[in-house]
């Protein structure tokens, strides 16, 4: 009786190990295909975000300053002299164009 009892322990160890060699070589055999499915979808992910971000060849920025003095310039026979008679005045002007083509 004691000899049944060990060789059906020992049967059921076997197929477990077996059963955990095939589940292990599955998983090896398509570790590529999983892979490449992670990575697809992270590329589409980072496609999806950078889509609305800045890139320099669909971008146009424009930028125009204005600079306004008043100023007075004397001359005499020791040199010149210039006076700022009111305050300079800077105005800028900037756009920017993302075309999303």
Do not use: F, H, W
Not at 30 to 44: D, E, M, N, P
Not at 77 to 91: A, C, V, Y
């Amino acid at each position: 009786m004691l000899i049944k009892l060990r060789k059906k322990m020992a049967q059921s160890t076997l197929e477990y190990a077996v059963l955990a060699v095939v589940v292990i070589g599955a998983l090896l055999s398509i570790q590529a295909y999983l892979r490449r499915g992670i990575q697809g979808k992270i590329k589409s992910s980072t496609d999806d975000i950078s889509s609305e971000q800045y890139d320099t060849e669909r971008t146009t920025y424009n930028s125009v300053r204005t600079t306004t003095s008043n100023v007075r310039d004397t001359t005499s026979n020791i040199g010149s002299r210039t006076t700022l008679l009111s305050p300079e005045t800077t105005t800028s002007n900037m756009t920017s164009n993302t075309d999303t083509q």
